[in-house]
Nanobody, 113 residues
């Protein structure tokens, strides 16, 4: 089984930007919806963003206007651009394929004031 691999988690000051990447060898959004979940300290996992085979995207309300998900199928990679970072964006971010379901190990994003 090939798991997605996330990169790009760093410690950043509030107001800054990050770009997370996820490479899922053998998967593209042509094959499977690609998703970003996150788990904040002491909280459950929440779906943050998705991109489907037709390029349509979904964002949870709390990140609309600040998060942008994109894809590069030639590289089997999806990206999550995060702007105007807030303290509450601190979390482990997971890349997840829908079909078949497969979770990456996650990448930690820490926002400081």
């Amino acid at each position: 089984e090939t798991r997605p691999v996330e990169r790009g988690g760093y410690s950043v000051q509030a107001g800054g930007s990050l770009r997370l990447s996820c490479t899922a060898s053998g998967f593209t959004s042509d094959d499977s919806d690609m998703n970003w979940y996150r788990q904040a300290p002491g909280k459950g996992c929440e779906l943050v963003s998705s991109i489907s085979h037709d390029g349509s995207t979904y964002y949870t309300d709390s990140v609309k206007g600040r998060f942008t998900m994109s894809q590069d199928n030639a590289k089997n990679t999806v990206y999550l651009q995060i702007d105007s970072l807030k303290l509450e964006d601190t979390a482990v971010y997971y890349c997840v394929t829908s079909t078949p379901p497969s979770w990456g190990k996650g990448t930690l994003v820490t926002i400081s004031s």
